[in-house]
């Protein structure tokens, strides 16, 4: 240190009523830069500046400026003062606060040199106020939450560390909304968890804390301590964090990316591309079980890729990869919706699996959890010691099967954090598609309520509107935001207009799952073979509602877990009727009306159900049958992708015609499915144990036609029955002019084409 200067010692200090210091000095106070930081004089004393700081253990404090070095003296329980020379515009004539730094001796002797946090303006804009407040920014992870940023110092300052002019202060931006808030800090490694020094200001009526704090950078961990009504400090996470600690730890991590996307061309192809209209085969992956001898992202990457594209899906679907803290809600109890779970990796980390994805022409869909979040004190419960995210009232805020809050879907502070959080995977993470989890629970008030525990809405019905106008708000959003995304439903009622658009009253989602199929073709298929025929209807029934909506058949994770059992597992007989049993599922799926979904496991016909703690039973492929299934699903996938017939034209009937819909004595269905250039491929499914030879087959045209896949082939592992080519003869079947008599294999389906000439 040189010599310390003194200003003029008539020089008065800018004065604060000591309630007000006594506030500011236990970082108690809603507006610590009204009083911190560097504040022009009045009148006469014009030409100076005071500078408070709060250091609680320090013996000695010194302003370092260009123009001197000056001491100042404790005024207040830790609050230090010094009164310094102004820096004078000789143009305009005005007078403005220097750059400064502060050098500190603590008790203890320790000393150092550092930036004033009070002395920059606030980072979050009048804009981004407003619009949160009307609950349209749509870009709100831009404006909350932690940012670093660097900032230009007009007058710059030699740095004590390097002797150089610094003229550019790199920091991290924070920001929290936490409107009942009697004040808030933010604590993190850098100031030894103890906020006192790093008291936020309120910006006014938005309900916004804001703070921007020099030299905290990447990595650093942090909370908000938050200061609630009714005296208490509580310490929370971050709502809009970034980045997470590995759980059981619970801080927030400043994230600075650095990752560059090669995904350029995907990306302007989705943009073009009605991604609703295409073929859509997809794998369902939980990625820290898919196989647990993959530690991160990164080595996901470089064995998931590989898989799903040589398997031929056209889609990864990822149970929920948002920060959760228990892992055995699997993800769908989310704390951190805007942080990647951080147990795979970072932010950057999953960029790489999301590019690299891309890159092999394979879209990304992740699980999204905007119906209800868990009650951990970190986190978002209870966030400002009141009621904030979820909604007050215990008939509509509190999830009584899960034990979690619920958003309150009426205030537009909490619909905007939801509506840009799906934006947000879109835009930043680049995913391609959202699977909207619960969508039930929250379309209805009285969802898991007994008469008693829920109120009507304000026309005394069920709906909940309020929810209701969220979800169709933040389908809205998603899809102008983003060209070529896709929205999906998880609903299992009967609601209408799911996936009809919002300006026809609709819900706006681009799909929805059928789990009216998914539960009646399961249903049907644990039936032993000889009692299907009395449950027919269950496997033909789908069709009556076929393109009621616009579907998605999954086979999901929710069908082998809490001791149902795996696929294979569901089908009756012994191992060899089992398997076959998958496959002929499988074909049936893959050739009906709807997208399609697959649970991982369920390509190799693995024997146990899914266990979230182990990886998946990758040892079972060493044995023919696993191995036949999973060749028959990557069969099943090229065909699917090469035939237009398969999903063209899966919303509306002219794609589909039955065949044979009643033959309940045989087990069987046949039908057509037809694509928009006219393609047509017959489909034969026998659910019986037994095969029927000379099954006459109705079909729309005469000559030649061949068999181009059947369930039952030997490298299968089926008992290899075959039709190759054949002729339809003009004999008159079910109303079509054509048919022919082929061998169907037992628990088998073959899909049959005219040959081209």
Same mark, same amino acid.
């Given at each position: 240190?040189?010599?310390?200067?003194?200003?003029?010692?008539?020089?008065?200090?800018?004065?604060?009523?000591?309630?007000?210091?006594?506030?500011?000095?236990?970082?108690?106070?809603?507006?610590?830069?009204?009083?911190?930081?560097?504040?022009?004089?009045?009148?006469?004393?014009?030409?100076?500046?005071?500078?408070?700081?709060?250091?609680?253990?320090?013996?000695?404090?010194?302003?370092?400026?260009?123009?001197?070095?000056?001491?100042?003296?404790?005024?207040?329980?830790?609050?230090?003062?010094?009164?310094?020379?102004?820096?004078?515009?000789?143009?305009?004539?005005?007078?403005?606060?220097?750059?400064?730094?502060?050098?500190?001796?603590?008790?203890?002797?320790?000393?150092?040199?550092?930036?004033?946090?009070?002395?920059?303006?606030?980072?979050?804009?009048?804009?981004?106020?407003?619009?949160?407040?009307?609950?349209?920014?749509?870009?709100?992870?831009?404006?909350?939450?932690?940012?670093?940023?660097?900032? @230009?110092?007009?007058?710059? +300052?030699?740095?004590?560390?390097?002797?150089?002019?610094?003229?550019?202060?790199?920091?991290?931006?924070?920001?929290?909304?936490?409107?009942?808030?009697?004040?808030?800090? &933010?604590?993190?490694?850098?100031?030894?968890?103890?906020?006192?020094?790093?008291?936020?200001?309120?910006?006014?009526?938005?309900?916004?804390?804001?703070?921007?704090?020099?030299?905290?950078?990447?990595?650093?961990?942090?909370?908000?301590?938050?200061?609630?009504?009714?005296?208490?400090?509580?310490?929370?996470?971050?709502?809009?964090?970034?980045?997470?600690?590995?759980?059981?730890?619970?801080?927030?991590?400043?994230?600075?990316?650095?990752?560059?996307?090669?995904?350029?061309?995907?990306?302007?192809?989705?943009?073009?591309?009605?991604?609703?209209?295409?073929?859509?085969?997809?794998?369902?992956?939980?990625?820290?079980?898919?196989?647990?001898?993959?530690?991160?992202?990164?080595?996901?990457?470089?064995?998931?890729?590989?898989?799903?594209?040589?398997? *031929?899906?056209?889609?990864?679907?990822?149970?929920?990869?948002?920060?959760?803290?228990?892992?055995?809600?699997?993800?769908?109890?989310? =704390?951190?919706?805007?942080?990647?779970?951080?147990?795979?990796?970072?932010?950057?980390?999953?960029?790489?699996?999301?590019?690299?994805?891309?890159?092999?022409?394979? *879209?990304?869909?992740?699980?999204?959890?905007?119906?209800?979040?868990?009650?951990?004190?970190?986190?978002?419960?209870?966030?400002?010691?009141?009621?904030?995210?979820?909604?007050?009232?215990?008939?509509?805020?509190?999830?009584?099967?899960?034990?979690?809050?619920?958003?309150?879907?009426?205030?537009?502070?909490? %619909?905007?954090?939801?509506?840009?959080?799906?934006?947000?995977? +879109?835009?930043?993470?680049?995913?391609?598609?959202?699977?909207? $989890?619960?969508?039930?629970?929250?379309?209805?008030?009285?969802?898991?309520?007994?008469?008693?525990?829920?109120?009507?809405?304000?026309?005394?019905?069920?709906?909940?509107?309020?929810?209701?106008?969220?979800?169709?708000?933040? !389908?809205?959003?998603?899809?102008?935001?983003?060209?070529?995304?896709?929205?999906?439903?998880?609903?299992?009622?009967?609601?209408?207009?799911?996936?009809?658009?919002?300006?026809?009253?609709?819900?706006?989602?681009?799909?929805?799952?059928?789990?009216?199929?998914?539960?009646? @073709?399961?249903?049907? +298929?644990?039936?032993?073979?000889?009692?299907?025929?009395?449950?027919?209807?269950?496997?033909?029934?789908?069709?009556?509602?076929? /393109?009621?909506?616009?579907?998605?058949?999954?086979?999901?994770?929710?069908?082998?877990? /809490?001791?149902?059992?795996?696929?294979?597992?569901?089908?009756?007989?012994?191992?060899?009727?089992?398997?076959?049993?998958? %496959?002929?599922?499988?074909?049936?799926?893959?050739?009906?009306?709807?997208?399609?979904?697959?649970?991982?496991?369920?390509?190799?016909?693995?024997?146990?159900?899914?266990?979230? !703690? @182990?990886?998946?039973?990758?040892?079972?492929?060493?044995?023919?049958?696993?191995?036949?299934?999973?060749?028959? &699903?990557?069969?099943?996938?090229?065909?699917?992708?090469?035939?237009?017939?398969?999903?063209?034209?899966?919303?509306?009937?002219?794609?589909?015609?039955?065949?044979?819909?009643? $033959?309940?004595?045989?087990?069987?269905?046949?039908?057509?499915?037809?694509?928009?250039?006219?393609?047509?491929?017959?489909?034969?499914?026998?659910?019986?144990?037994?095969?029927?030879?000379?099954?006459?087959?109705?079909?729309?045209?005469?000559?030649?036609?061949?068999?181009?896949?059947? =369930?039952? $082939?030997?490298?299968?592992?089926?008992?290899?029955?075959?039709?190759?080519?054949?002729?339809?003869?003009?004999?008159?079947?079910?109303?079509?002019?054509?048919?022919?008599?082929?061998?169907?294999?037992?628990?088998?389906?073959?899909?049959?084409?005219?040959?081209?000439?």
């Amino acid at each position: 240190m040189s010599t310390v200067t003194n200003i003029n010692e008539d020089a008065v200090a800018v004065p604060v009523r000591q309630d007000v210091l006594a506030a500011v000095s236990n970082a108690e106070y809603y507006n610590p830069h009204e009083v911190l930081g560097g504040h022009l004089g009045t009148d006469k004393g014009a030409d100076t500046v005071t500078v408070r700081v709060l250091r609680p253990m320090a013996k000695k404090v010194v302003i370092l400026t260009k123009s001197g070095e000056y001491e100042a003296k404790h005024e207040y329980n830790g609050i230090f003062t010094a009164v310094i020379p102004a820096v004078k515009h000789t143009k305009s004539k005005t007078w403005s606060v220097p750059s400064y730094r502060i050098h500190t001796v603590e008790i203890d002797g320790s000393e150092s040199t550092d930036d004033d946090p009070y002395r920059y303006l606030p980072q979050v804009g009048d804009l981004d106020m407003y619009l949160f407040g009307e609950g349209r920014h749509e870009r709100l992870w831009e404006a909350l939450g932690a940012h670093i940023k660097t900032i @230009t110092d007009s007058w710059g +300052l030699v740095s004590p560390e390097t002797g150089k002019m610094v003229k550019k202060v790199t920091g991290t931006a924070f920001s929290v909304w936490a409107p009942n808030a009697r004040a808030v800090r &933010v604590v993190g490694n850098f100031n030894y968890w103890n906020g006192r020094r790093h008291a936020m200001r309120s910006l006014g009526s938005s309900g916004i804390w804001e703070l921007f704090i020099p030299g905290v950078t990447a990595g650093e961990v942090y909370k908000y301590e938050i200061l609630t009504q009714s005296g208490n400090w509580i310490m929370k996470a971050d709502p809009m964090e970034r980045s997470h600690e590995v759980p059981p730890n619970t801080g927030s991590v400043v994230v600075d990316s650095e990752f560059k996307w090669h995904d350029t061309d995907w990306m302007d192809k989705r943009a073009k591309t009605d991604a609703h209209n295409g073929p859509i085969s997809i794998y369902e992956v939980q990625a820290n079980s898919w196989n647990r001898d993959l530690g991160n992202y990164r080595e996901l990457a470089d064995h998931l890729v590989d898989y799903v594209q040589k398997e *031929g899906f056209t889609h990864v679907e990822f149970m929920p990869l948002t920060q959760y803290p228990f892992s055995g809600s699997w993800g769908y109890q989310v =704390t951190g919706y805007y942080a990647v779970d951080s147990r795979l990796g970072s932010p950057d980390d999953f960029k790489y699996l999301v590019d690299k994805l891309h890159k092999a022409g394979i *879209g990304v869909i992740m699980d999204w959890v905007p119906a209800h979040f868990p009650k951990d004190d970190f986190a978002l419960g209870r966030f400002d010691g009141t009621a904030l995210y979820e909604d007050p009232d215990p008939m509509r805020g509190e999830h009584p099967d899960w034990g979690t809050y619920i958003f309150n879907f009426g205030r537009h502070e909490v %619909r905007n954090f939801l509506v840009a959080n799906a934006c947000f995977w +879109l835009d930043e993470y680049h995913v391609d598609a959202l699977r909207v $989890d619960a969508v039930s629970s929250m379309l209805y008030l009285d969802y898991s309520r007994e008469n008693g525990q829920w109120r009507p809405n304000i026309y005394g019905g069920r709906e909940n509107l309020e929810a209701i106008d969220f979800i169709k708000e933040a !389908n809205a959003t998603a899809y102008k935001n983003n060209p070529g995304i896709m929205m999906i439903a998880e609903e299992s009622t009967a609601y209408q207009g799911v996936t009809a658009p919002t300006d026809m009253g609709g819900l706006g989602f681009g799909l929805k799952w059928n789990m009216g199929w998914m539960h009646d @073709t399961l249903q049907y +298929l644990k039936e032993e073979p000889i009692n299907r025929r009395w449950h027919h209807n269950e496997i033909t029934f789908s069709m009556v509602y076929a /393109y009621s909506e616009h579907y998605v058949l999954p086979l999901s994770h929710d069908e082998v877990v /809490y001791g149902k059992g795996s696929l294979l597992g569901k089908m009756p007989g012994d191992e060899w009727q089992q398997f076959a049993g998958l %496959r002929a599922l499988l074909a049936y799926q893959w050739s009906h009306p709807g997208k399609n979904l697959l649970f991982m496991g369920g390509e190799i016909g693995q024997s146990s159900e899914w266990n979230f !703690n @182990t990886s998946l039973n990758w040892n079972e492929l060493q044995w023919p049958f696993h191995q036949g299934v999973q060749k028959l &699903v990557a069969d099943l996938n090229a065909l699917y992708k090469s035939s237009r017939a398969f999903w063209s034209q899966d919303f509306t009937p002219d794609g589909f015609q039955w065949l044979t819909s009643d $033959d309940s004595d045989h087990n069987t269905l046949s039908y057509m499915r037809i694509g928009d250039d006219g393609e047509e491929i017959v489909v034969v499914v026998n659910f019986s144990g037994q095969a029927w030879q000379d099954y006459q087959v109705a079909l729309p045209k005469g000559g030649q036609w061949e068999e181009i896949l059947t =369930t039952d $082939d030997a490298k299968y592992c089926g008992s290899d029955i075959h039709n190759g080519t054949f002729t339809a003869a003009a004999e008159e079947y079910h109303s079509r002019p054509y048919s022919a008599r082929i061998t169907v294999p037992a628990l088998g389906a073959v899909f049959l084409k005219p040959v081209q000439h």
